[in-house]
């Protein structure tokens, strides 16, 4: 194994991953810096999604690393995954996937509540983000009683609650029409830069994209502009040639 650059809090190395046979990613190498936005771009089907699962560690690569501050995700179990996943990583997805049983407050503070946090500090933290969000109305409500709006905005609380060293976005502003969509963001970028949260942000939208500090592309699983003959040159989006010792994307 390489030792990732010192200035990446999250690097990934030649990953490759396959879904039942299928070409998922191949031979991705990507480095994101502490308090970055990296937005992920590509069609729908050019595997966004798998690797932002890969890189906070959902799944395991069939070939390749991941690292996540120098520690080697790839070569991690399960549980161990999942405890990084809880404590150090949040997730917002097309959908809010908020539980119907409880309260939106609950919602929003469960990964505070899961990692034995008080009641009254996840209550007290979580509704700061709701406000903060202009949901915090609905904070004693089911999530019934929100319109997808609304729910985005509360699953983006879930996400930020616990302050994670990174937040993974799979299309978070898919089902949003415009200006719910730039709340959103701004939300989520003016967390990520007041609190040096990294953010791996996977879009096809061009609004989306903008607000990031850099971009990533990728198409049919590779990064786009790579070579795909076994000796062409790096791409323009200043992807590696497999086999070849990554460094940051950063600079």
Do not use: K, Q
């Given at each position: 194994m390489v030792a990732p650059p010192d200035d990446d809090v999250l690097w990934a190395r030649s990953v490759h991953y396959s879904h039942n046979?299928?070409?998922g990613i191949i031979g991705v190498s990507v480095g994101v810096r502490q308090g970055e936005v990296l937005a992920v771009t590509g069609p729908r089907g050019s595997g966004k999604t798998t690797l932002l699962r890969c890189?906070?560690?959902q799944l395991v690569p069939r070939?390749?690393?991941v690292w996540f501050n120098s520690v080697p995700v790839h070569t991690m179990g399960a549980l161990s995954r999942e405890r990084l996943r809880r404590d150090r990583f949040g997730w917002i997805g097309p959908e809010p996937d908020l539980l119907p049983e409880l309260t939106v407050w609950e919602n929003a503070a469960l990964p505070l509540l899961v990692s034995?946090?008080?009641h009254r500090t996840a209550k007290r933290t979580a509704c700061a983000w709701l406000d903060r969000l202009d949901v915090a109305g609905f904070a004693r409500k089911r999530p019934r009683a929100l319109d997808r709006a609304a729910s985005q905005r509360v699953a983006l609380a879930r996400a930020l609650v616990s302050e994670p060293s990174v937040i993974f976005a799979d299309e978070?502003?898919?089902?949003?029409h415009r200006t719910e969509s730039a709340l959103l963001l701004r939300t989520l970028t003016t967390a990520a830069r007041s609190?040096?949260?990294t953010v791996v942000l996977a879009t096809h939208d061009e609004d989306t994209a903008a607000v990031a500090d850099r971009r990533f592309a990728l198409l049919d699983g590779r990064p786009a502009g790579a070579a795909t003959g076994p000796s062409g040159p790096t791409g323009p989006s200043g992807d590696f040639p497999e086999g070849q010792a990554a460094c940051s994307l950063s600079a």
């Open positions: 046979g299928s070409p890189l906070s560690g070939e390749g690393e034995g946090a008080s978070p502003t898919a089902p949003l609190h040096e949260v």
